[in-house]
């Protein structure tokens, strides 16, 4: 299973991190954009049958499985 975390705020630079399976993070300028790059990767596992779970950190810090539409737009 892929799993991704993505925290609420962004680090002390300014970026958004998007970890996947506890790598070193990639960083985004936007919450939105690794949102984005999280969910595109997810449905490419999905269309060859794999697990993943996109884990979003709330603004209250309580982290929670994304469950929104897989599909996002451009």
Known sequence: ???FDL???PDEEGA???SINESP???FSSRQ???SYAVKLANQRAEHGKDYA???EGGDGKWRLFQGRARMRA
Request: charged fraction near 5%; charge should be positive.
């Open 33 to 35: 954009a690794a949102l």
């Open 7 to 9: 925290p609420y705020a």
């Open 16 to 18: 958004y991190p998007l």
């Open 25 to 27: 993070p990639l960083r």
């Open 1 to 3: 299973m892929m799993m």
């Open 54 to 56: 996109i884990n979003l």
